[in-house]
């Protein structure tokens, strides 16, 4: 008797690192473009975080980021055989984390690919959650004698300064509380195809004669 295990279906996360002299600019100029955006406010208290406004990616700080966000994701687009490579960055935006912050489950509607880039992390505050899509998974949870890739119902990653993630829009993620002892600051993006009302949402059947069959 003979048997293989098929897997279908795949939910695929890029992790990307960044050389260092890329990483090096991105982190001069966003730190200190970030700390103007933060001059005027309070210090961040335990358990607080902070996000800017989503409008990064025009401003001149964060060009070479951008670059590398759009760069990651053409290299998505090949890799997937998507005959459309035409994209834009619909928002761009920081997440400060204080100690013992979180940032709870969600996703990112309306839009392809989501990323993420992590500019400060530390011990305690350098993982992101991703959890399973399947829903009905949930239904029937019976004990495991070992959590594998096979049977969790959570991936945990660890980053690093320089880290670039980018995933399925409609993946969700979490990130648990900041345990370290400093600020965790990300720079997240999401990737739409430009254009797309005009010309990627027209219907993927031809019409056959008289009847309009679906192919």
């Given at each position: 008797?003979?048997?293989?295990v098929?897997?279908?279906?795949?939910t695929l996360?890029w992790?990307?690192?960044?050389?260092?002299?890329?990483?090096?600019?991105i982190?001069?100029?966003?730190?200190?473009?970030?700390?103007?955006l933060r001059?005027?406010?309070?210090?961040?208290?335990?358990?607080?975080?902070?996000?800017?406004?989503?409008?990064l990616?025009?401003l001149?700080?964060?060009?070479?980021?951008?670059?590398?966000?759009?760069?990651?994701?053409?290299?998505?687009?090949?890799?997937?055989?998507?005959?459309?490579?035409?994209?834009?960055?619909?928002?761009?935006?920081?997440?400060v984390?204080a100690?013992?912050?979180?940032?709870?489950?969600?996703?990112?509607?309306?839009?392809f690919?989501?990323g993420?880039?992590?500019?400060?992390?530390?011990?305690?505050?350098?993982?992101?959650?991703?959890h399973?899509?399947?829903?009905?998974?949930g239904?029937?949870?019976?004990p495991?004698?070992?959590?594998?890739?096979?049977?969790?119902?959570?991936?945990?990653?660890?980053?690093?300064?320089?880290?670039?993630?980018?995933?399925?829009?409609?993946?969700?993620?979490s990130?648990?509380?900041?345990?370290?002892?400093?600020?965790?600051i990300s720079?997240?993006?999401?990737?739409?195809?430009?254009?797309f009302?005009?010309?990627?949402?027209?219907?993927l059947?031809?019409p056959?004669?008289?009847?309009?069959?679906?192919?």
């Amino acid at each position: 008797m003979s048997s293989d295990v098929i897997s279908m279906f795949p939910t695929l996360v890029w992790r990307v690192e960044l050389d260092d002299p890329v990483r090096e600019t991105i982190e001069t100029k966003s730190v200190a473009a970030l700390a103007r955006l933060r001059r005027n406010l309070p210090p961040l208290e335990r358990g607080e975080g902070w996000q800017s406004m989503q409008t990064l990616h025009e401003l001149e700080d964060f060009r070479e980021l951008v670059a590398s966000a759009r760069h990651t994701a053409g290299g998505i687009l090949k890799f997937l055989n998507i005959g459309y490579d035409a994209i834009e960055l619909t928002a761009c935006w920081a997440t400060v984390l204080a100690r013992g912050a979180a940032h709870k489950l969600h996703h990112h509607p309306n839009n392809f690919l989501s990323g993420v880039y992590y500019l400060r992390t530390c011990a305690g505050a350098d993982t992101i959650n991703f959890h399973d899509p399947r829903s009905q998974t949930g239904i029937i949870r019976p004990p495991v004698t070992a959590l594998t890739s096979a049977n969790t119902d959570q991936v945990v990653l660890r980053v690093h300064n320089g880290t670039l993630l980018v995933f399925p829009s409609w993946l969700e993620h979490s990130v648990d509380a900041n345990a370290g002892e400093s600020e965790r600051i990300s720079i997240s993006f999401n990737v739409m195809f430009s254009s797309f009302s005009e010309r990627l949402t027209r219907p993927l059947w031809q019409p056959s004669g008289e009847n309009h069959e679906q192919r």
